[in-house]
Each structure stands twice: as C-alpha cells, then as structure tokens.
C-alpha cells in the first residue's frame, strides 16, 4: 500500500502560517512525523497562500532537506506543477515522485501527461471532467479508461498512472461508497498489470462523528477492492495498523508478530 | 508457424542487502581476506532475470574440542588436527580450500565439555591467530551458556567483523547488545518459520541493530529429512524480501554439515547396510547435495563439514554463476 502523508499542506493553519512566514521548521516536523508514521510519499501543496512558484520552490526544497521521502508534487496549476517538478529534481535528486493530479478534461490532462512522461513522473488522473463528477459506476470506469489510455499512448507505463474514483462523503452521499468500491474493482481490470488505483481518503469522513472509524473501514474496503494508494492522514495511528492488517490478510506482506513495527520500517 | 514463446522474467523491485565478513589490518582486524554476500536481485541463479554480484561462500567447520560422536569417514581427513582448532582450521583454509571458517563452541556445550568463557576465548583466539579468512562462530544453542560466553568471545573478537550466532526470539537481547558493542554481525535463527524469521529480524532491529548486519538461519534439514520444508520457507523469505521485504532481505546461512552428518544415509557404514553403497561415497555426497538444493533457494553462506562435499559445491557454485553471473 502506497500511503500519501496529506499534512504538508498550506490549507492547515499551521502550514499556511510557515509557508507565509518562511518558517521552515513546522514543515520539517510534519514531514518527519509523517515518515515516522508510515508514509511513502509526502504529499506537498501551497493551499490558498500563494500561488507563486517560487514559493513552492521553497516549500519542496525545505521538505527534501528534512526527509528522504518521495515527494507528490500537489497543485491544480500546470505553472506551479511544472515549478515544482523542477524544485524537486534540483533539491529531490532521482527520488520518485507523483503529480497529483490532473482530471480527464483533455485540455488538463495533455500537458499533465507529457510532464509526467518529462519527468519520469507518476500522475494521479481524478475520473472528472468539464461534466464534474461523476455519480455512476459506468461514467468513472469510462473516464478512469480515457485517462489510461491517453497516458499509455503517451508513453506512461501503467506503474505510473494512478486512477482516483473520487470519494465522496458518506455522510451527504451515502450512496456513493459502493460506486467507488465497484470502481476501484474495475479499474483493476484494465490493464495486466493494472493501473495503480489511489484514493483521496479523507472526504470519506468530512463532517462525520466518528472520522478515525470511518476512514479506515472505508480504506480497509477500498484495499479490499484493489485500492493500492491513498493520500491520507498517516499520523492517524488506527489507520495505519488497519492497513498493515489488511496487507496481511491480502497476503501482501509476511505475518510476524511484531508486524505493525514491521510495517513502519518497511521503507 | 513459429509459436512466439512469451517472456516470463520477472523484475523485482529490492536486492538482497550485502553483508561482508572479516576486516583486515587497515579496518581494524587482522584478517588477510574478506568474503562479502548478498546482492542479489532476482532468486538465485536467475543470471537472465537480474544480477548476483556475490557467489555464495563456503565455511568450513571446526570445533573447540575433539568430536567423539563423528563417523571416522569425517574425521579421517582431520584425524591429525582434531585436538588443535587452530590446526584444524589451517588446514581447512590451505589444504581444502575454505573461505571462512566457521568455529562451533561445542566444548561450551554443558553437556559435553561445559567450557567457560575463557577457555571459548582462547578457541577463538587460536583460530583468529592460525588463519587469515573470516570467521563465524557458533554457540552451543543452550540460551544460558551462551549468554556467559558471547560477551567475552565478542570482546576477544573486536574488530575482526566476525558473524555470531545464534539470536532466537526468545534469546537475543545479550548478543545483540555485545554484536553492537563490539561491531560483529549476528545470525538471526528461526525454526523453519518465516514469520519468526521476520520477527526475530524486528526485535534486533527495534533494539538498534541494523538490518543490513544480520545474516538470517532459517534452521536447515537435511535431504530426506524435511528439507522440502526448509526450501519452501526459504523460497517464501526470498521471494518477498524481492518484493520489498526489508525484514527479509537479509543473506541466509545454512548449516548443512551438522544436520547432514547426524543421518544415516552419512553415518551407517556399509557393513551396517550394503545396499546402500560405499559410505565414503556415499556420505560426502549426501552433503554435497543437501547443499546443492539449498543454494537454489537462496543460500549464501554454506557450513559444511567434509573436504570431498566442500570441493563439489564449490565447483557447483562455479559452474552456477558461470551461466552469465559473476
């Protein structure tokens, strides 16, 4: 399982603040403890702060210099992308790396593509398009396919292209957990080997009671289904012990008894 | 019409961690040669899949006191040197070829000579004094005795990079502290188990020492006596420490002479039973082919005991990596 620390990001106070004030040490922290805790890649975006490459320049370099953890390079605007992509092979090195993400809307997702392909990149496709989201099983397997199909033809190989089915919540769209479940098992069928599927997990719990609960039984569902990525909250303890049980229990990893220390040290 | 055979290679995503015994005078020890294993990153011998840039290494055993329970098919070509571990292990080296010497404490054993620190001390001193090659030394398996030994065997030892074994799940915690001390590498047993391969691997570790300084035991059997077991075990560990298992990635260790030489395809003579062949044919050959099985699952560091066994899998060895390794 692919676990994708979502906390270096400028829409929490904290971040914003440190982004703002150039303060590097609240990053740093975050990208340690998130290490600590499991993740294999730290998931970086400005937020609402800045939109200034330069500033994501800083954010990308102040992380790589704390941690070796690959790095999800986070933003919705192909200028800041590309900043980042380049922030990151000055200061990341020849570490992996994901962008996250593009949408299937062909004007998003060309350049976001031939980027990927640029930079040896791994690419996060979101199954929308300039319809919005969809509501069925059919239309995310259907864009989940287009965005496939135009990064293999580009030149991505399916280890690198990951297929979000977009989560909804389950407290204001109930209906939608078992589309995204049924997704994610048909998604695996694209290809041999299949795409990478990843899942933004917390709007599973947005504005619910019991978010700890409902995240990991979502997660532990979505493993199930063939999820093998998911941008989360690795400081959430319980999350991360239930994916390492559900990597036994998928027969991903040997059991041992110690197996949730193991897991942490499997990096 | 020609049928388009399908490629089948596999590609891994992980090497097996390489792990170097012995470390001469500029390192801090005294030994003239250094073996290094590991590497791999596809299973053994699968030179067309990815690269082993280690053949796996030969050691040959000596003991600290005379054995008195070995056919006299084994001891005959140490008959000299029995009572000499020193001796024993020169010849080893420069008669028979053997590339680390692997010095079990039997003497410590309570139940035969029930030694104690000093005198294992001094059984290692004079092998460390008698050869150049690296060594592994090898306790006597009761927890208690060899927690009283260890500490002074591995100060003795300083700086010479030596393996030690055995840590169990039940008994690692003086090994690993004197191994991190005295900066030796550790033998990680487990019995035939994979989990507890991968469990004994997470308490050394989760007490600071480094992954990369364990060799694991899986425990081995001799052919005809659950080796199939061991294999499968062997292949699982080795298969997912390729996918990434970094609590498996470490080398293995099979100790093939003790296990092999306590059957009685090795031991009944031919007086006891003639159908079965010469023993002095008959025996090392048992050896040699228990070893030859375990190299395919993924051994990298082999205990053998007999001089015709060792010659033979060392030409095994050759003729295995020859095929595009090396």
Redesign the interface.
């Known amino acids: 399982m692919i676990l994708i620390g979502e906390r270096i990001n400028g829409s929490f106070k904290d971040v914003g603040a440190a982004i703002k004030e150039r303060n590097k040490e609240p990053i740093q922290d975050w990208a340690k403890k998130q290490t600590e805790a499991g993740a294999d890649y730290l998931d970086v975006n400005l937020g609402a702060v800045s939109k200034n490459p330069a500033d994501f320049a800083w954010l990308i370099q102040t992380v790589c210099e704390a941690v070796p953890t690959p790095l999800s390079i986070d933003s919705l605007k192909l200028d800041l992308v590309r900043a980042g992509l380049e922030a990151y092979r000055e200061f990341g090195g020849r570490r992996p790396v994901i962008i996250n993400s593009t949408t299937a809307e062909e004007s998003k997702l060309m350049p976001l593509v031939e980027l990927a392909v640029q930079y040896n990149s791994g690419l996060i496709g979101v199954v929308m398009d300039e319809r919005g989201s969809p509501q069925d099983i059919d239309r995310r397997v259907e864009l989940g396919a287009k965005i496939f199909a135009i990064a293999s033809e580009a030149g991505l190989p399916p280890e690198r292209v990951y297929l979000d089915p977009i989560v909804m919540p389950v407290k204001f769209m109930q209906e939608q957990g078992k589309n995204v479940l049924e997704a994610i098992r048909q998604f695996a069928m694209i290809s041999d080997p299949p795409p990478h599927i990843s899942i933004g997990l917390s709007n599973i719990c947005s504005k619910a009671q019991e978010r700890s609960l409902i995240t990991r039984t979502f997660l532990v569902m979505a493993m199930a289904a063939g999820c093998d990525a998911a941008i989360c909250n690795v400081m959430d303890t319980e999350l991360v012990n239930a994916v390492a049980t559900a990597e036994l229990i998928l027969n991903k990893?040997?059991?041992?008894?110690?197996?949730l220390?193991?897991y942490r040290?499997?990096? | 019409m020609p049928v388009a055979i399908p490629d089948v290679k596999k590609t891994w995503t992980n090497a097996i961690n390489v792990v170097t015994l012995g470390a001469t005078r500029e390192e801090g020890g005294t030994r003239t040669s250094k073996v290094t294993v590991g590497g791999a990153t596809s299973l053994s011998f699968h030179h067309f899949e990815g690269t082993m840039p280690h053949p796996p290494a030969i050691a040959m055993e000596v003991w600290d006191i005379a054995p008195t329970d070995w056919p006299q098919i084994l001891t005959e070509p140490f008959a000299d040197v029995l009572n000499d571990p020193g001796l024993w292990a020169k010849k080893c080296v420069e008669q028979y070829g053997a590339e680390l010497i692997c010095l079990r404490l039997m003497g410590c054993d309570p139940i035969r000579g029930n030694r104690g620190p000093q005198e294992a001390v001094q059984a290692v001193k004079r092998v460390l004094a008698s050869v150049g090659v690296p060594l592994i030394i090898w306790g006597t398996g009761n927890d208690e005795k060899d927690n009283e030994i260890f500490p002074a065997v591995a100060e003795a030892a300083a700086g010479e990079n030596c393996l030690l074994g055995t840590i169990t799940e039940d008994n690692y915690k003086t090994l690993v502290a004197v191994c991190t001390a005295y900066k030796h590498k550790l033998i990680a047993e487990s019995p035939c188990d994979?989990?507890?391969a991968?469990?004994v691997n997470?308490?050394a570790?989760?007490m600071g020492f480094k992954?990369e300084d364990i060799v694991i035991y899986p425990t081995s059997a001799a052919l005809g006596y659950g080796l199939e077991y061991v294999y499968s075990i062997m292949e699982?560990?080795r298969l997912?420490a390729l996918r990434?298992?970094?609590?498996?990635s470490q080398p293995m260790i099979c100790d093939i002479g003790i296990e092999t030489w306590g059957v009685k395809e090795a031991k009944a003579s031919e007086q006891e039973l003639p159908e079965w062949g010469e023993q002095k044919e008959r025996a090392p050959l048992w050896e040699a082919t228990t070893a030859y099985i375990y190299l395919l699952t993924g051994a990298d560091l082999l205990v053998l005991r007999h001089p015709r066994a060792v010659a033979s899998v060392r030409q095994a060895i050759q003729q295995l990596m020859g095929a595009g390794g090396g």
């Open positions: 990893e040997i059991y041992s008894d110690s197996y220390k193991a040290k499997r990096g | 994979v989990n507890i991968k469990q997470i308490l570790t989760d992954p699982r560990a997912a990434g298992d970094k609590m498996l």
